[in-house]
C-alpha cells in the first residue's frame, strides 16, 4: 500500500474510492504520568508519551491501511494525521486519507 500526502501519485492515473480513517485513543498508566509530572519540572523530553504517540499513530496508520485494503485500494492520498486530548491523560491519533485504485 503506497501511502502519500501528496495529492497525485506520479506516473499514475488514480480513481477515487473515498475517504478512509483510522484512530486510536491512548493513555499511559498513573505510575509512567507520575513521572512524567516530574520530568516537566527539569525539561527535557518525555521519552514515555513520545513513544506512546509513536504507538498510537502506527495503530492508527495500519487501521487506516485496512479500510482501505477493503475498499480495494492500490494507495491513499492526501494522508493526514491529527491529535487531540480527550481526557488529562489519555490522547487521540486519528490518520485519514483519500483512498484510490490505480487506472
Not at 499514475?12 to 520530568?39: A, E, P, R, W, Y
Request: glycine fraction near 8%.
Amino acid at each position: 500500500m503506497i501511502i502519500t500526502t501528496t495529492e497525485t501519485i506520479y506516473g499514475k492515473t488514480c480513481m477515487t474510492l473515498g475517504l478512509v480513517s483510522g484512530n486510536t485513543i491512548q493513555s499511559k498508566h498513573m505510575f509512567s504520568d507520575m513521572g512524567q509530572s516530574f520530568k516537566t519540572m527539569v525539561g527535557g523530553e518525555l521519552k514515555s508519551y513520545t513513544d506512546m504517540m509513536n504507538k498510537a499513530r502506527d495503530i492508527a496508520t495500519q487501521r487506516m491501511i485496512a479500510q482501505a485494503e477493503q475498499m480495494g485500494a492500490d494507495a491513499i492520498i492526501c494522508t493526514r494525521y491529527m491529535t487531540a486530548s480527550v481526557m488529562q491523560q489519555a490522547a487521540e491519533v486519528l490518520a485519514y486519507g483519500t483512498a484510490v485504485k490505480f487506472a
